[in-house]
């Protein structure tokens, strides 16, 4: 069993920035892949950022030079540095752990940028 909570979420002003932390905690074992996703009313959710087992890094074209994805060592927390926000930017943003060929999801964090 594998347990993601996310923290970092609030309120902030447009040019402001913000960072996001995911703790894992349980078996993490065949880590493929870590992310961020974000969902906003009305629409799907959308991949933010995603940093592969290897070192692939992607990210969404509409964060990319504003994000940035990292992790610790022991693969146990992810963050998002979050820079240069912008109203759409506002969304919940949730943590993905992909192990194996199971994604695991934390209960997301809401991010909102507004003057």
């Known amino acids: 069993q594998v347990q993601l909570v996310e923290s970092g979420g609030g309120l902030v002003q447009p040019g402001g920035s913000l960072r996001l932390s995911c703790a894992a905690s349980g078996t993490l074992y065949s880590i493929n892949a870590v992310g961020w996703y974000r969902q906003a009313p009305g629409n799907e959710r959308e991949l933010v950022a995603r940093?592969?087992?290897?070192?692939?890094?992607n990210y969404a074209d509409s964060v990319k030079g504003r994000f940035t994805i990292s992790r610790a060592d022991a693969w146990n927390t992810v963050y998002l540095q979050m820079n240069s926000l912008k109203p759409e930017d506002t969304a919940v943003y949730y943590c993905?752990?992909?192990?194996?060929?199971?994604?695991?999801w934390g209960q997301g964090t809401q991010v909102t940028v507004s003057s």
């Open positions: 940093a592969g087992n290897g070192a692939s890094i």
């Open positions: 993905n752990y992909r192990l194996g060929r199971d994604d695991y």
